[in-house]
């Protein structure tokens, strides 16, 4: 039984290695008049619409399990708190996602996709900000490789000041938000029932909610409705919608049979099938410091999972 759990976490790991590369590809496959706002307005409705079967499945349940948390008897600090951190991180991963597809769009496919592998990096410091975990001094080794790539990144392969790209600094708060508030639903989870597919589902019905009103408070509902009737655009917003939606859910099944470590390890080298795709279908040329700065990258993520797995396991 093992065996097959596990063989089902890495399925689901190398599905999310796919849908990671992937995406920017879509997202900057959009029509080039179409503002990063809308496109992310749009594909949160479609996330939201593609996440309805998989909640009403789990509702129609009649196990308290699949049913989560509304089958669930909370208290009101309890209940009062988990609302707070619905709305809170709804917003926070709404805000992410229009900063997804405006970095991706400005600061180019590839680049932002290494930006985004900066993930650890963040993580690292808010656990030891937050949650006083101290770090070993190899996990520090890596973490400064890792931040001397990026700057390399930052600064597109010369090392200077006046090369440093803002859109490349607007990508790497992704991952930044997505600490944050990954880190603020790890506690929910802890402490309520809830459900991978009923997390999702309220993420994006707030993320939606949040950003169609700062749509039609910075854009009027003029832009709504025009891209309400784009066939192209909301093409692409749907398959975006859709494959964000799937590399979500696939990810909460792949760490529910492997470790996150693990499954962290698989989906690492998304970003070179970026560069492939990002050439083949957008035209958009790879230089080699962006293939250096991945391999750094990649390197030291790799050598921060060790480094983590060493420590909490001396013996080994």
């Not at 975990?133 to 520090?140: G, N």
């Not at 930052?154 to 803002?166: D, H, Q």
């Not at 709504?224 to 975006?240: E, K, T």
């Amino acid at each position: 039984m093992r065996s097959q759990n596990a063989w089902t976490g890495t399925g689901f790991a190398l599905a999310c290695l796919v849908l990671l590369g992937v995406m920017p590809i879509i997202s900057n496959s959009r029509p080039a008049a179409s503002s990063a706002l809308t496109f992310a307005v749009f594909l949160s409705l479609w996330q939201l619409l593609f996440s309805l079967p998989l909640l009403l499945a789990g509702l129609a349940a009649k196990t308290p399990r699949h049913r989560g948390i509304f089958a669930a008897h909370l208290g009101w600090d309890v209940k009062r708190r988990t609302i707070a951190v619905i709305l809170g991180t709804g917003m926070i991963f709404g805000l992410s996602t229009f900063t997804y597809v405006f970095a991706v769009e400005k600061a180019g496919a590839v680049s932002a996709a290494i930006a985004m592998q900066s993930y650890p990096l963040f993580a690292i410091l808010l656990e030891t900000l937050f949650l006083k975990r101290r770090k070993s001094a190899l996990e520090l080794l890596f973490t400064l490789t890792l931040m001397i790539s990026l700057t390399y990144l930052a600064t597109g392969g010369t090392w200077s000041v006046k090369g440093l790209s803002g859109w490349l600094l607007l990508a790497l708060s992704i991952p930044f938000m997505w600490s944050v508030a990954h880190i603020i639903v790890r506690e929910v989870m802890g402490r309520t029932p809830i459900t991978p597919a009923q997390i999702t589902f309220f993420r994006v019905l707030i993320s939606a909610l949040f950003l169609g009103a700062v749509l039609l408070i910075a854009e009027g509902p003029g832009a709504f409705a025009a891209a309400l009737q784009d066939r192209h655009f909301q093409s692409a917003a749907l398959v975006m919608g859709l494959v964000y939606y799937l590399e979500l859910i696939f990810w909460f099944y792949a760490i529910r049979s492997i470790d996150v470590s693990l499954a962290s390890s698989i989906t690492i080298p998304w970003p070179a099938l970026t560069m492939v795709l990002a050439v083949i279908f957008l035209g958009e040329p790879v230089a080699t410091y962006q293939i250096v700065t991945f391999v750094l990258v990649a390197a030291s993520i790799y050598g921060l999972m060790f480094a983590a797995t060493r420590k909490a396991n001396p013996a080994s």
